[in-house]
């Protein structure tokens, strides 16, 4: 430890690295430079040797096609200056493969015959260059071919060195001249016939003809002596080759030029570097490694005397820490988890109160405690709400929420809106109108719920910071929307304005984030409901414009993409006609609904009379003669439904009219608290046209003076419903007794599990999730499994309602999904679609 600890050390590390790492790098170079320079060698001594083979028959082919020119001739003894050029044309078909071409004809006095190139075939007015003239002499003396050497430029007053080719065409008879065929051919053009790949710039070649007259290439110029070839300590050595040209002996020495001797390409001197830089920074990060070792140990060596202590101190410091961790992994969890567990310890209570609640109304009680109980309903329905707000909030922040598309009428939209904020409104003094114009297509496809929602956030908010004035809601279509009844896409517009004290440009961005404080209402924020509204337009392909000025109010206009129901809207229908005049009375509250019924009455030849306030309908039936009908919508603020028929029935008139309730609310307990007037029907809101014709135009019934229970919908079926807190235990209980079901009621999982084992027979099982001692999944999995019950239908009655909660449940094995607070109408119905019970 301590060697390894010294500075020398790690500098003999760094050069013992650094040393065997550069020799490694460049043993591998070597070897690799050696590889290529091989290949190299030997693909350029295949070349030079296919270059030599090529050269040698380009010359031979030069004296081959004398010879074929020269039998032409000969065979051809009359042959005229056309055919001459024919037979030139053929032998030599690449113009470049001679330089010049003479025939000199049997008669001396007759002129030469001359062929280039460039000219073509002429007759030669001049005299025969000198430097021809004593190869014809030879030829003619030897009656043979006669081949030149090479010739010096300088010599034939050309750019190129040259050799001639003299031929005679026919033997020489006695005392007579013969003709000859005379040649002249650059030696540089012979190369023009290799093929492409014996590129002619990457060899050097140096030419003797038969008197030892050299020519090299590609310099194209006469040497005075012949050069030293050898290429001694080369990997290509250069190729002698003899060349035999009618008898002569000429001689061929071909040489790779210097681009052949670059003997290593670049990228193999840039891998060198790289893996000698590499093998630097390996040896200098050892080195680097050892300092610090070397300093680590220099410390501990410094610290020794206090180790003690600072083991004591760290153990105590990791006892506190691992307490701290299990005290935040206690406290801290997920938002999505955290919302969960809110919402399941908030709605538990909620549904105990809106629960007792419904119990209580239901039971007789004045007028004053029906009041007092509704409002702690709405209230609870309110704090329902905030929950529903912040499940919303956590799911749009994670991406989880999703749209349920599905039929529905604005209309209901509008009157359960105008159900639920009126009273709200009127109580801070404020008047609250809802306009919805006749040309909107009300019948549509979306989510109502989520719709419902935004305009519930727009109007609560334009009422909380409302104090004076009015609230005008009007939902209208865009300009532009289709009329036909196929389905297609149709935008909604909703304008929400109000006489408010407005925002600044700073509070309107504020208004549409998490709860802010707003700059002029430093006690009021927007809170979650803004927010969460346009995210859901937003999901709607739309959006919330907000424009505000202060002291005046504010205007919020939302934009939202729907598609129109082509299965209820048609074309335009004639109104059906009342078969005899009625008289009407139309009482509402709510202004749309009031001219809506007012509108459809009439339309159908009724006479009709509308309030809008219950008293104003009290004067003038109480002292006047009595309507047909009576429409009486039951909700409704100073005098409701419920007031307007105690105080008609306690005047001195007796009733003849047929009364009709309007109710956006729960039937049963209306029909309960009005049993003991005479109450024709309760019919639903909205109303539809046909019905409500029906049932003018129908036989009047005899009045209900009393109620006539319900027959339960659970009889003879047993039901055992697991809940740990007593109260919803209670509720659960009640509601399905009322039904006429049998209830086992079970504190906790073991507890239900006894129970099952006790029973004789149960139906269906109601189990909560979050119980003490066992919860309800593993008390799920002993009913499947020990209890052997897979065909038990077992139902997750919880306050987790998460859409991801559900599909976890169901996984599990649960049958079906019901959320708390609970809905009687849906448990129920869950039960009889489970235990496959039929109402008798």
């Keep these: 430890m301590k060697y390894l600890a010294s500075g020398k050390m790690a500098n003999v590390v760094f050069l013992v690295t650094f040393v065997l790492g550069s020799l490694v790098a460049l043993l591998l170079f070597n070897q690799g430079v050696s590889t290529y320079r091989s290949q190299a060698a030997s693909h350029a001594q295949q070349s030079m040797q296919q270059f030599v083979a090529r050269y040698d028959l380009a010359l031979q082919q030069t004296i081959v096609r004398n010879k074929k020119l020269a039998h032409a001739i000969q065979s051809n003894p009359q042959i005229d200056t056309a055919q001459l050029n024919q037979f030139i044309q053929l032998v030599y078909p690449n113009p470049q493969d001679v330089a010049e071409l003479f025939w000199l004809k049997n008669n001396s006095q007759a002129s030469p015959i001359h062929f280039s190139p460039m000219q073509g075939l002429v007759e030669l007015e001049t005299e025969l260059d000198t430097y021809i003239r004593p190869f014809i002499a030879r030829a003619e003396k030897r009656n043979d071919v006669v081949v030149s050497p090479i010739l010096d430029p300088q010599m034939t007053q050309s750019t190129h060195p040259l050799f001639i080719i003299v031929h005679p065409v026919t033997a020489r008879p006695q005392n007579s001249d013969f003709s000859f065929i005379i040649s002249v051919h650059r030696i540089a053009s012979l190369t023009q016939a290799l093929p492409n790949e014996l590129n002619r710039t990457q060899y050097a070649y140096v030419l003797t003809d038969h008197e030892r007259h050299p020519f090299a290439f590609p310099d194209n110029k006469m040497l005075a002596d012949l050069p030293n070839v050898s290429l001694e300590g080369q990997d290509i050595t250069y190729v002698s080759v003899p060349i035999n040209i009618h008898g002569h002996k000429w001689h061929l020495w071909v040489y790779p030029t210097s681009s052949h001797f670059e003997s290593i390409p670049l990228i193999q001197y840039i891998y060198l570097g790289l893996a000698l830089l590499g093998c630097l920074f390996v040896s200098l990060f050892l080195r680097y490694g050892l300092m610090q070792h070397r300093a680590l140990y220099l410390r501990y060596l410094q610290e020794n005397n206090n180790a003690k202590q600072i083991e004591s101190d760290l153990h105590q410091a990791q006892s506190t820490v691992k307490k701290n961790n299990k005290t935040t992994e206690q406290t801290l969890s997920s938002k999505t988890q955290f919302m969960t567990t809110l919402s399941h310890q908030i709605r538990t209570p909620v549904n105990g109160i809106m629960g007792m609640t419904d119990l209580c109304l239901q039971t007789e009680l004045t007028p004053k405690q029906q009041d007092y109980l509704r409002k702690i309903h709405v209230s609870a329905q309110h704090l329902n709400a905030v929950l529903g707000d912040l499940s919303d909030y956590a799911l749009l922040e994670s991406g989880q929420l999703t749209l ?61 910071h409302t104090t004076s004035g009015h609230i005008h809601l009007v939902i209208n279509a865009d300009a532009e929307q289709p009329s036909s009844a196929e389905t297609s896409d149709y935008r909604l517009r909703f304008m929400i304005s109000d006489t408010g004290t407005g925002f600044t440009q700073d509070d309107i961005v504020k208004l549409f984030s998490r709860s802010q404080p707003l700059n002029n209402h430093k006690n009021i924020s927007a809170g979650l409901g803004l927010a969460i509204s346009q995210a859901l337009c937003q999901l709607m392909d739309g959006d919330i414009a907000v424009s505000s000025q202060l002291g005046i109010g504010s205007c919020f206009t939302a934009h939202i993409n729907l598609q129109l129901n082509n299965l209820i809207i048609t074309a335009p229908e004639q109104p059906k006609l009342l078969s005899k005049p009625q008289r009407i009375v139309v009482i509402d509250d709510n202004p749309i609904s009031l001219t809506m019924l007012e509108h459809a009455l009439t339309s159908m030849g009724a006479s009709v009379t509308a309030y809008q306030f219950a008293s104003d309908a009290l004067d003038d039936l109480l002292g006047g003669e009595q309507p047909d009908v009576i429409l009486l919508d039951w909700v409704m603020p100073q005098i409701g439904g419920l007031a307007f028929l105690t105080r008609l029935q306690q005047s001195e008139n007796k009733i003849t009219s047929r009364i009709l309730i309007l109710t956006a609310y729960d039937a049963s307990s209306i029909t309960r608290m009005s049993q003991h007037f005479p109450v024709e029907r309760i019919l639903g809101k909205p109303c539809r046209n046909e019905e409500l014709f029906h049932i003018i135009e129908g036989p009047a019934p005899a009045p209900i003076f009393t109620i006539e229970e319900n027959e339960p919908r659970l009889n003879n079926l047993v039901v055992l419903a697991a809940e740990d807190n007593m109260i919803n235990q209670e509720i659960i209980c009640e ?44 008390a799920l999995k002993h009913i499947r499994n020990e209890l052997a019950m897979p065909d038990l239908p077992v139902v997750a009655l919880t306050a987790n309602i998460f859409e991801h909660d559900k599909a976890h449940y169901l996984q599990q094995g649960m049958n079906e999904h019901l959320g708390k607070p609970y809905d009687k109408d849906k448990i129920v119905e869950c039960i009889l679609n489970l235990t496959e019970h039929t109402k008798r």
């Design 735 to 778: 509601l399905l007794e009322a039904e006429g079901a049998t209830v086992i009621p079970a504190n906790d999982g073991q507890h239900c599990l006894d129970e099952l084992r006790r029973a004789q027979h149960v139906d269906i099982v109601l189990m909560d999730i979050n119980m003490p001692v066992m919860d309800g999944l593993t």
């Design 404 to 464: 349920q598309e599905h039929p529905f009428s604005l209309h209901e939209i509008v009157d359960g809106l105008y159900a639920m904020l009126s009273k709200e409104a009127q109580d801070k003094g404020l008047s609250f109108n809802i306009t919805v114009p006749h040309t909107v297509h009300c019948d549509l496809i979306g989510d109502s719920r989520r719709i419902k929602e935004i305009l519930l956030n727009l109007c609560i908010n334009a009422i909380e």
